[in-house]
């Protein structure tokens, strides 16, 4: 989903959460709105999935958003395969971490 798409979907999200996914073995970090009920999303600019060099920046781009709460979640190798596809995580706990900003 484009921003101004993810905007929307926020502002309407009485549950769910928002994800930064790190994949293990990049600096890479990507956005997942992931609702309680329906499919994830992850946010995309231009049509492709947009990633980011640091957690400063997805952090302003939340920021911006309205979002002050986020989960980050590390993927496991295997999951890195295709950065668009959605991962599978293997202990779920210990990889989700709150974020707080």
């Known amino acids: 989903m484009e921003f101004q798409q993810f905007l929307h979907a ?3 999200l009485n549950s769910g959460e928002v994800r930064v996914v ?3 073995g990049s600096d890479l970090y990507q956005v997942e709105l992931r609702p309680e009920e329906g499919e994830s999303s992850l946010l995309k600019r231009r049509g492709k999935p947009q990633l980011f ?7 302003s781009t939340l920021r911006h958003a309205g979002v002050h709460r986020a989960y980050l ?4 190798p ?4 295709d950065v668009a596809r959605g991962a599978s995580y293997k202990s779920p706990m210990t990889s989700h971490i709150p974020l707080v900003f």
């Open 78 to 81: 295997h999951d890195s395969d």
């Open 10 to 12: 926020i502002r309407h």
């Open 73 to 76: 979640v590390k993927t496991m």
């Open 22 to 24: 790190s994949h293990m």
């Open 53 to 59: 060099r640091s957690l400063d920046a997805v952090y």
